[in-house]
């Protein structure tokens, strides 16, 4: 038979366990970088969109360490009906949003990193909203180097990188002024 003092501490122990595991299962998906060819794919992340979103955004790090230049485009997404790589400007205090036609040229040796409120990956026609902790999946495609399929762990929204609290960052679509041009 257990004694009082035996009891509050096994309890104690049961409650550091089961407070240790929640916080385990709160934690973000872990990215993971991605090589195809001569091109290295860093951080992929994206932001949780709030239901009824009809778009979302993806970002990462783009690295050609060929002697080429490379030129990306995005294929298709398991959470969109398209997959776009857009940017994002200021013209005359109004935020416009655009296409990146023809895919986004990446120079030997040169790193371009999509972020909020820059170049980004759009998710258009969502199928459904983008939760937090989850994945979405994206293939992209380089004009040289090929297809790779990336995953994307969702972040909060509004999150400003990846693992940073909701609220970091301007939300894209919103806050302000923006006009989308296609």
């Known amino acids: 038979m257990m004694n009082v003092a035996g009891k509050f501490i096994y309890r104690g122990l049961l409650a550091a366990v089961a407070l240790s595991l929640a916080q385990l299962s709160a934690l973000p998906v872990q990215a993971k970088d991605y090589d195809v060819g001569s091109i290295h794919i860093a951080q992929p992340w994206a932001r949780a969109t709030p239901k009824g979103a009809s778009s979302g955004a993806g970002y990462m790090a783009v690295t050609n360490n060929g002697k080429a230049p490379e030129r990306l485009t995005c294929v298709a997404s398991d959470a969109s009906a398209q997959c776009q790589i857009h940017s994002m400007t200021m013209e005359g205090g109004v935020m416009r949003m655009r296409p990146v036609e023809g895919g986004l040229e990446i120079k030997p040796g040169e790193t371009v990193t999509l972020k909020p409120s820059g170049l980004h990956l759009m998710f258009i026609d969502l199928k459904h909203?983008?939760?937090?902790?989850?994945?979405?999946?994206?293939?992209?495609?380089?004009?040289h180097a090929g297809t790779v399929d990336v995953e994307y762990p969702i972040a909060a929204i509004g999150a400003a990188a990846p693992g940073a609290a909701a609220g970091g960052g301007m939300m894209e679509g919103h806050g302000g002024m923006m006009q989308m041009g296609h």
């Open 129 to 143: 909203p983008l939760e937090q902790g989850k994945v979405v999946k994206a293939t992209l495609k380089f004009a």
